[in-house]
């Protein structure tokens, strides 16, 4: 009974700082936009926390977790509406003494709306309010938990020969958040004075030491986030999750911040931050199964991602004021990859199962992603007026001001 | 009487009130304004060069009587120059009357 309620303790600790996180997504997204956009910022991080985390508790768990049978193809399942604990859900028997239900539940919930914060990133500053609800309310409701479930859930990816391996959501919750973004940005179109004759135009963040702090708050929240997905507070297990998630963030920041250095003269906090974010989101499909030498390999590496994927995104006039499509979906989908390069289970058997499961969550986000925004963008529209961007999302969605003088 | 307008860098403001206190001007006002200017900053984010076009300057308004308006001058662009493009400007009018407040008075001996 000690072992199942300090099994618990630590995966509710951990349920505490992945909720913590969506601060720090918060801090780094206002503070790397600008003043008169803030509170439309903040709306849209709430409103994701608030109603994805009701969302989940509808449907989601139960379509991310249908308890697929040995018939079922394993693509789509759904254990019924809202949310009531299995008959053995407060016993050990549940998840071998890991958890109960109930932190099964709140754990996996505040997974899910990571999704569309991820998405609320790229959009800022021009995207429309309603649109930007209707999206989330769909992606987080219903794709991010069918995706989820092909491999977490069970489904299609776990039961292959060599099933698909993401340790804590490189590809489920990183990349199925920054597929949506790119498609997003794609539709939504850069922000006015972003891209001018054909060049690119800086647009500095209103508050550096504010992003600065949501990056070391979301640092935090990995040790919930990596540290959680162990699933149980197993002692060897979790340490050594912590030590890589950390070292491959520290790599990630350094190389990313070296790399700009050498590339643009110039010690960029923003870059070096992003770097961090790379090589935590580059680490978590594996970081149980690495040793810190390959946390080293793997955050390397995604950093200099960071740095290339950041002027990539650039040079194809796409606007992502906050780096999301290059720390979420570049690291990724290269995190995924790195589980059948580095660590325990390298191997070309896994790097293909890495392959096409990296493939098929690109298909299902990709299209209904943009089915969502091409629709909205025909119907309602999804960008702001030329007006209400140039003056504010704040003043004229809000009708308020951030910073009231 | 004369306005003696003074766009100066805001790194020698210190320096310009301190002389000006020096010579007897104690009384301006002052504020920070933005402007359009020659001067290049080279800034650089998220690999981006951009220059900031719009340059940060602080500006004093100074009405003094006429024996002053040599010596204010003077002082200021001796303490308020660098040598370096965006040092400022210095701009003079008349000024036809002016009033203390407290007490209604008028006249040139509202200045000291």
New interface residues.
């Given amino acids: 009974m000690e072992i199942f309620t300090i099994n618990n303790v630590w995966m509710m600790i951990c349920t505490a700082l992945v909720f913590f996180m969506h601060l720090g997504f918060g801090f780094l997204e206002i503070g790397l936009t600008r003043k008169k956009n803030t509170i439309n910022i903040l709306f849209k991080n709430i409103f994701i926390i608030t109603v994805g985390l009701l969302l989940y508790s509808l449907a989601g768990f139960n379509l991310m977790y249908p308890d697929f049978n040995e018939t079922s193809l394993g693509f789509l399942g759904f254990a019924g509406w809202g949310i009531a604990p299995p008959e053995n859900g407060l016993t050990q028997s549940y998840a071998d003494a890991g958890y109960t239900w109930w932190t099964d539940f709140l754990f996996q919930g505040m997974f899910a709306a990571t999704a569309a914060t991820i998405v609320s990133g790229a959009v800022a500053e021009r995207i429309k309010i309603l649109p930007f609800m209707i999206f989330t309310i769909i992606y987080v409701g219903i794709v991010y938990p069918i995706a989820g479930s092909w491999d977490w859930g069970g489904g299609f990816l776990e039961q292959r020969e060599v099933p698909f391996y993401d340790f804590a959501g490189s590809t489920l919750v990183h990349s199925v958040g920054g597929w949506a973004a790119i498609v997003a940005v794609y539709l939504l179109g850069s922000r006015i004075g972003k891209f001018v004759n054909g060049k690119?135009?800086?647009i500095?963040g209103h508050n550096i030491p504010i992003a600065t702090a949501g990056v070391l708050i979301l640092w935090l929240g990995w040790f919930g986030f990596n540290g959680g997905s162990v699933l149980s507070a197993n002692p060897v297990t979790t340490s050594l999750v912590l030590v890589t998630t950390c070292i491959s963030a520290a790599t990630g920041g350094v190389t990313a911040a070296f790399i700009?250095f050498f590339?643009?003269?110039?010690l960029?906090l923003?870059?070096f931050l992003n770097g961090i974010l790379g090589g935590l989101v580059g680490i978590t499909a594996g970081a149980d199964v690495m040793s810190p030498m390959d946390a080293v390999l793997i955050g390397g590496i995604s950093g200099a991602i960071i740095?290339f994927a950041?002027?990539l995104i650039?040079k194809i006039c796409l606007d992502d004021p906050v780096?999301a499509i290059a720390v979420h979906l570049f690291c990724g989908v290269w995190g995924t990859l790195a589980v059948g390069i580095f660590g325990g289970l390298a191997g070309k058997d896994q790097l293909i199962t890495q392959l096409v499961g990296i493939v098929s969550y690109a298909i299902i986000c990709i299209s209904s992603s943009f089915i969502i925004f091409f629709v909205l963008k025909k119907t309602i529209g999804i960008r702001v007026s030329v007006k209400e961007e140039i003056e504010g999302l704040d003043l004229h969605e809000h009708g308020i001001n951030a910073y009231h003088e | 009487m004369k306005k003696i307008e003074a766009i100066i860098r805001k790194s020698k403001f210190q320096e310009v009130k301190t002389a000006l206190h020096d010579v007897g001007v104690n009384f301006f006002s002052y504020w920070d304004v933005t402007g359009l200017g020659n001067e290049q900053e080279g800034?650089?984010?998220?690999?981006?060069?951009?220059s900031t076009s719009s340059i940060q300057r602080r500006y004093l308004s100074i009405v003094v009587n006429d024996n002053f308006e040599k010596i204010t001058i003077s002082t200021i662009i001796k303490s308020g120059a660098t040598g370096d493009i965006g040092d400022g400007k210095i701009f003079v009018s008349d000024i036809n009357q002016s009033y203390r407040i407290r007490t209604g008075e008028k006249g040139g001996e509202t200045l000291n």
């Fill in positions: 690119s135009r800086a500095p700009t590339k643009d003269k110039n960029d923003t870059m740095v950041v002027s650039d780096g | 800034h650089v984010y998220r690999g981006i060069s951009y």
